[in-house]
Nanobody, 122 residues
Framework: QVQLVESGGGLVQAGGSLRLSCAAS????????MAWFRQAPGKEREFVAR????????YYTDSVKGRFTISRDIAKRTAALQMNSLKPDDTAVYYC???????????????WGQGTQVTVSS
């Protein structure tokens, strides 16, 4: 069992930066793929980025490449999403997720956080 708690959301102007954090509990944290998804009002939840277990291989959706960076600290049981050059289109609730097989689809993740709001003003 893994519990996830996100933090770090907030209101920022376009072009600004935010760093989201995800604190995880559970003995098998290091073996899980960690990911960030987001859901804007009236839209479906979408994949943003993921990072594999100990190998730390990262994948990003095209719209955030070069602006967002996903990372994890195995020892501290945390994952993070550094978001730079934010745009109004990045406004959404951001969710941390963990999964044994973790791809780009929601159904490949077994555990989810409660979400944190990110609002980017123009």
């Amino acid at each position: 069992q893994v519990q996830l708690v996100e933090s770090g959301g907030g209101l920022v102007q376009a072009g600004g930066s935010l760093r989201l954090s995800c604190a995880a509990s559970g003995r098998t944290f290091s073996s899980y793929v960690m990911a960030w998804f987001r859901q804007a009002p009236g839209k479906e939840r979408e994949f943003v980025a993921r990072i594999t277990g100990r190998g730390g291989v990262t994948y990003y959706t095209d719209s955030v490449k070069g602006r967002f960076t996903i990372s994890r600290d195995i020892a501290k049981r945390t994952a993070a999403l550094q978001m730079n050059s934010l745009k109004p289109d990045d406004t959404a609730v951001y969710y941390c997720a963990a999964g044994a097989s973790g791809g780009s689809s929601l159904n490949t993740y077994d555990y989810w956080g409660q979400g944190t709001q990110v609002t980017v003003s123009s």
